[in-house]
Nanobody, 112 residues
């Protein structure tokens, strides 16, 4: 029922950086796990990063050392800092909040 709203995507050159933001209102936000997914055309939706209610994080092997997920429970927001971007990172990025509906996503394109 409740949809998160993603923002911060855009066009960036290989090696560049972007910071994605996700905002969502709802009950018990601070108790919910939050994850970033991405989906490229013709491919399955892929789990990129996760943060638990306690602040623990986990990352897909393909983004370890380059991406950082964080959350601000007071503002009902989650972030994804993306550094050293590669063309393979090109996708629509979605913020998934446990128990919430999918949002519209934000497009990230890495190209020279």
């Amino acid at each position: 029922q409740v949809q998160p709203v993603e923002s911060g995507g855009g066009l960036v050159q290989p090696g560049g950086s972007l910071r994605l933001s996700c905002a969502a209102s709802g009950s018990s936000f601070s108790t919910r796990g939050m994850s970033w997914y991405r989906q490229a055309p013709g491919k399955q939706r892929e789990l990129v990063a996760t943060t638990t209610p306690g602040g623990s994080t986990n990352y897909a092997d393909s983004v370890k050392g380059r991406f950082t997920v964080s959350r601000d429970n007071a503002k009902n927001m989650v972030f994804l800092q993306m550094n050293s971007l590669k063309p393979g990172d090109t996708a629509v990025y979605y913020c998934k909040v446990s128990g919430y509906s999918w949002g519209q996503g934000t497009q990230v394109t890495v190209s020279s």
